[in-house]
């Protein structure tokens, strides 16, 4: 699977050893950032090339669809964000950090 536009960026499915760091379990997914851009959503939430998209309005991420289908469902009941819980893509900055970010999407 290649790299798939969502708003503010681009992502792709992250590797297994991407995810173990965050003690998720076996089972966890997410969307590695690829590229954000600037003054998009993603860069005004604080969102970095390398950072994990876990979950998004607490579905979590196993594609760029999946994403996808969080925002088009926020969007159709009139919301203007979704909440991203965020992996740290950079352990030596700050280890196996996660944190929640309202991201705009409407």
Known sequence: PGD????????RPAAAGDLVRFDLGADATGL??????????LAEAFVDPGD?????NQTPLRTP????S??????????ENVMLLIG???????????????????
């Open 4 to 11: 798939a536009a969502v708003p503010g960026g681009t992502v």
């Open 32 to 41: 590695t950032v690829v590229t954000v851009q600037s003054r998009g959503p």
């Open 52 to 56: 994990i998209l876990l979950t998004a």
């Open 65 to 68: 669809q999946d994403f996808e």
């Open 70 to 79: 969080v925002v088009a469902t926020a969007r159709a009941a009139g919301r």
């Open 88 to 106: 740290c893509g950079n352990p030596a900055q700050c280890g196996d950090r996660t944190w929640l970010r309202p991201v705009k999407v409407g």
